[in-house]
């Protein structure tokens, strides 16, 4: 029994890293939804991987954050907004400064 309370973590991380990631799931769904030569913005710095020669792409990263007022005027039909730079806010709340938590 005990064995088994100790394995049950590294089973649990096991599965997770079996499964598709979902960036994977989402740029299939993209590439089958969205009109080719769209423009995509992925607001985030670790986002889908999309196929340049079908969308026109433009993305922000680290220290990059744009507000989705500005995405918007800069005229993209469609944006992916990831959630991995939230979680990064959360870490480097020290580091980055309140000025451009704030403004994301």
Do not use: C, K
């Not at 769904?29 to 889908?48: E, K, S």
């Not at 922000?60 to 469609?78: D, L, M």
Request: glycine share 6%; net charge positive; aromatic share 10%.
């Amino acid at each position: 029994m005990a064995a088994a309370l100790r394995l049950a973590p590294a089973l649990q991380f096991l599965s997770r890293i079996a499964q598709t990631d979902t960036r994977y799931t989402m740029a299939a769904w993209i590439a089958a939804t969205l009109p080719r030569g769209a423009l995509v913005h992925l607001n985030a710095p670790y986002n889908v991987p999309l196929d340049p020669a079908w969308f026109t792409v433009t993305q922000n990263f680290g220290g990059q954050y744009r507000t989705i007022h500005e995405v918007i005027a800069s005229g993209v039909q469609y944006v992916v907004i990831g959630d991995s730079w939230r979680f990064d806010q959360a870490r480097q709340r020290g580091i980055v400064g309140e000025a451009v938590l704030q403004r994301a």
